[in-house]
């Protein structure tokens, strides 16, 4: 949500940095609003001040034992009169409020320009992209071979954009995930927190997927919705409160199945289980004072990068351009991960520093050091990582002539010791 005093102190600016998402002006017609809202707000004080006046006259006629019945009318009108203001006064806080919410975060000024992926900027890229001595194939057909991923019946269980695994592959998506919470939470610091899969409206507000991306969701007919990541219920925790200064940091982390309608994905992905309507995700959020929210973003990108680095899995950092960034963030960066089968990059981790949208959305503040002033905080929230695009990474850059997987090392303790699944 946005600060309104950031509105009127400069709505040109306000303007131009929606334009950076490709989005027309709207400054004004906020305004209009707002100047409505606060010219009502000033005739209710002048209409109070008269009926305040009013009363102190009728007052004295009383005292006097004149006839106030001219004034006792004068001022039944101005009760009506500020009443009929006052009724208006809802409906332009709700009006304000519909025009704000559906607008995106603003971006920080070094966002790279550009209207979609093809401007986004690779910063760097780590590890080796592996040679094989034969065609590399795709994770779904190495999968398929060994007998250990299923879509057909995935798809009379459940219909497209579902995946049955079985044996020891679904034994490693549970080993990655395991081994990617006891790095966060051991080496990393984060908290392991298991948070509801179903959540309230309000919750989903907080955090920017509703309203605007209501069509994204999936929704249980008694109106909660299945969570689109664990960085709804995470961050929602802070929802409400003054933290105290000295409790930040808050570094949260959970590995929870999520739930995306993939609206707007029709005919992409869909072979394999790139783009799924459940996965399994490991999530970290951070809750920080504002100033510390930059070096949060880098610390939290970091430990994304170690799970890949750990696995040894080639990537490439991305910082994303103003028309691929997020609707909560003001900056983001993703990590794609090499897929050989497919020769190309894919996204597997997304770390996004949020500064104070989310927290204005749900009411989340600090109290600062001095215990005199309260401030919202900033919100972080990164994938560390995606399990099932892990595994997906794994089996196409781990992949042997014959077809099996080799296990990477990281990941056998979970694995009681298994260094290769075969067919």
């Not at 250990?148 to 219909?159: D, I, T, V």
């Not at 997927?209 to 008694?222: G, H, I, M, V, Y």
């Not at 919100?379 to 850059?397: F, Y």
Request: charged share 25%; hydrophobic share 45%.
């Amino acid at each position: 949500m946005h600060d309104i005093r950031q509105l009127r102190a400069d709505p040109a600016a306000f303007d131009a940095a929606l334009a950076r998402r490709g989005l027309a002006p709207c400054a004004a017609a906020v305004l209009a609003l707002d100047q409505a809202r606060r010219d009502a707000t000033t005739r209710v004080q002048d209409i109070q001040a008269r009926r305040n006046a009013l009363s102190r006259e009728i007052g004295a006629q009383r005292r006097a034992g004149a006839d106030s019945g001219a004034l006792d009318a004068q001022a039944r009108a101005l009760r009506g009169q500020m009443e009929a203001i006052e009724a208006d006064v809802p409906a332009l806080d709700g009006a304000i409020r519909a025009a704000l919410e559906t607008l995106p975060n603003r971006l920080d000024d070094d966002v790279p320009d550009g209207a979609d992926e093809r401007a986004n900027v690779v910063m760097k890229e780590i590890g080796e992209r592996p040679r094989f001595a034969f065609t590399p194939r795709q994770h779904f057909e190495l999968g398929e071979a060994l007998g250990l991923m299923q879509f057909e019946p995935a798809a009379r269980l459940a219909g497209a954009r579902f995946t049955v695994l079985r044996g020891a592959l679904a034994r490693l998506e549970r080993a990655l995930g395991q081994f990617m919470l006891d790095l966060h939470t051991g080496p990393h610091g984060y908290e392991e927190v298991q948070v509801p899969a179903l959540v309230n409206d309000a919750t989903m507000y907080g955090t920017g997927q509703l309203p605007k991306f209501a069509d994204d969701l999936f929704r249980t007919t008694d109106g909660r919705w299945l969570i689109p990541t664990a960085e709804v219920p995470l961050t929602n925790l802070a929802a409400g409160d003054i933290l105290p200064a000295g409790a930040l940091p808050l570094r949260l982390t959970a590995l929870t199945d999520c739930f995306r309608a993939e609206a707007g994905a029709a005919g992409r992905d869909t072979r394999g289980m790139l783009r799924q309507h459940q996965f399994r995700k490991v999530e970290m959020v951070s809750i920080t004072r504002p100033e510390d929210s930059d070096a949060e973003h880098e610390r939290m990108t970091g430990c994304a990068e170690a799970v890949l680095e750990a696995l040894l899995l080639p990537y490439r950092r991305v910082f994303l351009c103003a028309g691929d960034t997020g609707f909560s963030a003001a900056r983001t960066y993703d990590l794609e991960v090499w897929l050989p089968g497919q020769g190309a990059w894919r996204e597997i981790s997304s770390c996004s520093n949020c500064r104070d949208f989310q927290a204005r959305r749900m009411n989340a503040r600090f109290r600062t050091p001095d215990g005199k002033a309260v401030a919202h905080v900033h919100t972080l929230n990164g994938s560390g990582v995606a399990v099932g695009r892990a595994l997906i990474a794994v089996m196409e850059n781990h992949q042997q002539a014959d077809g099996s997987i080799a296990v990477p090392e990281a990941v056998r303790p979970w694995m009681g010791g298994m260094e290769r699944i075969g067919a």
